[in-house]
């Protein structure tokens, strides 16, 4: 089954410090993995996208990883800020007889204290 | 370049009444999506439109809800004779080209039936 799961569901961090949300997945046949962050009353920004042959982008504090063997992703966020308080979601693109169909992971909710 | 637009941002309407969402996808984009969120979950598609055309609409009720992008304005999504679970934030996407193509959401309509 064409699924997505994030993990933490949620996570609380104080400001400064680093945190990584994982993406699993098992949607194939693979065409893209994005992540999305979602600010409360919003909707969701791209922040990075991952191709098959890609392992690793960065995007400022934004770093995402790619291990299509074992179908993972991870975003790490690095010295974290206020405003990094938001929804980051996991979105992998799923390419079959060439319609393309978007899986959402139902995210995770990060909450940055000062 | 306008961002997706949705209007209204706040919808109150009471049970039984007929609830009408507008979105209005960027320009050149000719790809239009609606997903539903509900409080602290993740979103969930709806249906997805192409100019004049329903492709997928796999996601959306049967009964009372029906969507539709014509040739001309705004994409619609029209919810009939509204019950208080109908309640949520509904987020329109639209993309120039479906596939490796990022999302580009609106800030949302929320939904209030009372």
């Known amino acids: 089954k064409n699924q997505v799961e994030q993990s933490p569901q949620s996570l609380i961090i104080l400001e400064g410090k680093n945190c990584t949300l994982q993406?699993?997945?098992?949607?194939?046949?693979?065409?893209?993995l994005r992540w999305y962050k979602q600010d409360t009353g919003r909707g969701p920004v791209s922040l990075t996208i991952?191709?098959?042959?890609?392992n690793t982008k960065s995007n400022g504090r934004y770093t995402a990883t790619l291990d299509a063997d074992t179908k993972q992703s991870s975003l790490h966020i690095t010295a974290s800020q206020l405003s990094d308080s938001a929804s980051y979601i996991c979105?992998?693109?799923?390419?079959?007889?060439?319609?393309?169909?978007?899986?959402f992971g139902t995210g995770t909710r990060l909450k940055v204290l000062a | 370049n306008a961002g997706v637009m949705q209007n209204p941002r706040h919808l109150v309407r009471r049970r039984g009444q007929e609830a009408r969402l507008r979105c209005s996808p960027m320009?050149?984009?000719?790809?239009v999506y609606w997903y539903r969120q509900l409080p602290e979950e993740g979103l969930k598609f709806m249906v997805y439109?192409?100019?004049?055309?329903?492709?997928?609409e796999s996601g959306m009720p049967k009964e009372r809800f029906s969507a539709e992008f014509p040739k001309e304005g705004p994409s619609i999504l029209r919810i009939q004779q509204v019950v208080r679970g109908d309640s949520a934030a509904y987020f329109c996407?639209?993309?120039?080209?479906?596939?490796?193509?990022?999302?580009?959401f609106g800030s949302g309509t929320q939904l209030s039936v009372l």
């Open positions: 979105v992998v693109t799923r390419k079959s007889s060439g319609t393309y169909k978007y899986i």
């Open positions: 996407a639209s993309s120039q080209d479906r596939g490796n193509e990022k999302l580009f």
């Open positions: 439109l192409q100019k004049e055309n329903i492709i997928d």
């Open positions: 993406c699993n997945y098992t949607v194939s046949p693979f065409s893209n």
């Open positions: 991952m191709t098959f042959s890609e």
């Open positions: 320009k050149g984009h000719s790809h």
